[in-house]
């Protein structure tokens, strides 16, 4: 099978569910614990999107307190029914619990969560059978992929849980999503693990209960054992066109370096067409843009909001990061804090200019960061500025100088510089510390990108790149992030 090579959705953009509402596509895709939770993009060729917003925008629908790195939001489904939007999906916090909103407009507003207390599970799907009940089909640990009739309107189950399939014998069968399909039902699911023995498989049968036959030609989409350099395929949600053709849409990584390869980006969104053989979807070709998009956004004056692309990991950017007549001010309050965006592309440019506040004892500055416990950062503090790299419990400074007044903290992701690009040494890129000013960059520091990946962090998510504040405050005057999958394209930026 021939898969696309780049991302509809580039960065950390895992669990894609797709619908489609008259000629316009929505997708929805998990957020872990960062907020605004489940970003929500619209197309109209399912090969470019528009980030339109966000079905978790406030905090009375998203409590992350005591959400660790890589809880928070998990596998959301996107459903249009009966003139409205439907998300449902599972906020991991101390257990596993379910919600679902509504809203008029896929941009919002959306309302307020209708728990689902009595599912325990994971991966949550919503369709409605031919008598119009709403259907709840999760994943259940220890027993697959499980289903029950849902009151949309309180959250109670209105019968009990029934099994519906196991998959094919990968681990955890997760991620389903039910189809009506002439006169078949079409249970999707993933399994194989969210690693490189990821896997769509499908079965069908003549009602949502089942009983469901499996697809002879399972896996439906993998890349496992294969040489394709999207790996990890899997957690797909399909999709018809007005004219009647199939897409799908389906989460992959793209890992470099060398062996076992780390990938740094997260799980991004990536789609494929589908042709019908027997009543059995097949994967037909890739979508996918003509070209890797590049991208420079910047930070707007202190008067206007923040871009949709701002996130902060267990509680809004707002919360955190306040507008002043000088600038942005982020301010540490019960621990560090961050704020920024995703890394979409391989290789980036970003720049801030900062000002620690003395009276604070500000200590802060740009970073780059897969978790709180990898991450690369160039802070200024106490009249100094320094490269400082965390890999777990180590700490490392990469490099000083002096800092005085206004600072241009910089950080680049490059290639690796490897001599030798079979042996261990290649990382999947490198990243490097430093200053701007008017003599041009000055490096203080640079690190294997591996230790930025999802390899070595663990986890569900990707890099992030924004501004920070351990202790204190600290005053940013602009925020530069500029991104392309060529690094040649980012000379001069």
């Known amino acids: 099978m021939q898969l696309p090579v780049r991302p509809v959705v580039p960065g950390f953009h895992p669990d894609p569910s797709v619908c489609r509402v008259g000629d316009v596509y929505y997708l929805a895709n998990s957020s872990f614990e960062y907020a605004p939770g489940v970003p929500i993009h619209r197309s109209t060729d399912l090969r470019t999107w528009e980030h339109i917003g966000h079905a978790l925008d406030r905090p009375s629908q998203l409590p992350l307190e005591g959400v660790a790195a890589s809880g928070g939001i998990l596998a959301p489904t996107l459903r249009h029914h009966d003139g409205r939007f439907w998300m449902v999906t599972t906020l991991l916090a101390a257990e596993p619990r379910m919600f679902l909103v509504t809203a008029d407009d896929a941009a919002g507003p959306w309302s307020d969560p209708v728990w689902i207390p009595d599912a325990l599970g994971i991966d949550p799907d919503l369709a409605w059978d031919d008598d119009g009940a709403c259907l709840l089909t999760w994943s259940r640990f220890g027993e697959g992929i499980v289903q029950a009739v849902l009151d949309p309107r309180t959250g109670a189950l209105l019968t009990e849980r029934r099994r519906l399939w196991q998959g094919t014998g990968g681990k955890f069968p997760e991620g389903p999503h039910l189809y009506r399909i002439g006169e078949h039902w079409y249970l999707i699911v993933a399994e194989g693990g969210t690693e490189r023995g990821h896997a769509v498989t499908l079965a069908r049968g003549p009602s949502p209960a089942g009983p469901f036959e499996a697809c002879?030609?399972?896996?439906?989409?993998?890349?496992?054992?294969?040489?394709?350099?999207?790996?990890?395929?899997?957690?797909?949600?399909?999709?018809?066109?007005?004219?009647?053709?199939?897409?799908?849409?389906?989460?992959?990584?793209?890992?470099?370096?060398?062996?076992?390869?780390?990938h740094v980006l997260g799980r991004e969104t990536f789609a494929c067409e589908v042709r019908w053989s027997e009543e059995w979807p097949v994967v037909a070709g890739p979508i996918q843009p003509d070209d890797a998009a590049e991208l420079t956004e910047h930070l707007p004056d202190a008067g206007r909001a923040l871009p949709p692309s701002w996130v902060a990991p267990g509680g809004f950017p707002a919360d955190v990061l306040k507008a002043t007549d000088r600038g942005r001010l982020l301010t540490a309050t019960a621990g560090p804090v961050f704020v920024g965006r995703r890394q979409e592309h391989l290789y980036l440019r970003a720049r801030a200019a900062v000002i620690a506040s003395e009276e604070a004892g500000g200590s802060g500055g740009l970073e780059l960061r897969i978790d709180p416990r990898h991450a690369v950062c160039v802070e200024v503090a106490d009249g100094r500025v320094r490269a400082v790299a965390r890999i777990g419990a180590a700490h490392a400074v990469l490099g000083e100088a002096a800092a005085t007044g206004e600072t241009t903290l910089e950080l680049r992701v490059v290639p690796h510089t490897a001599a030798t690009p079979f042996g261990v040494d290649m990382g999947p890129d490198e990243v490097v510390a430093g200053t701007s000013g008017p003599d041009g960059f000055r490096e203080l520091g640079r690190i294997d990108g591996r230790y930025f990946s999802t390899e070595v962090a663990a986890g569900m998510t990707g890099r992030t790149v924004g501004l920070a504040c351990s202790e204190g405050a600290v005053l940013f005057r602009s925020f530069t992030y500029s991104g392309a999958d060529d690094p040649e394209a980012l000379h001069g930026r």
């Open 216 to 262: 002879p030609g399972n896996p439906v989409l993998t890349a496992r054992g294969s040489d394709a350099p999207v790996q990890s395929t899997g957690h797909a949600d399909l999709v018809q066109r007005p004219d009647g053709t199939w897409a799908m849409v389906y989460l992959g990584v793209r890992p470099r370096g060398s062996s076992p390869e780390w």
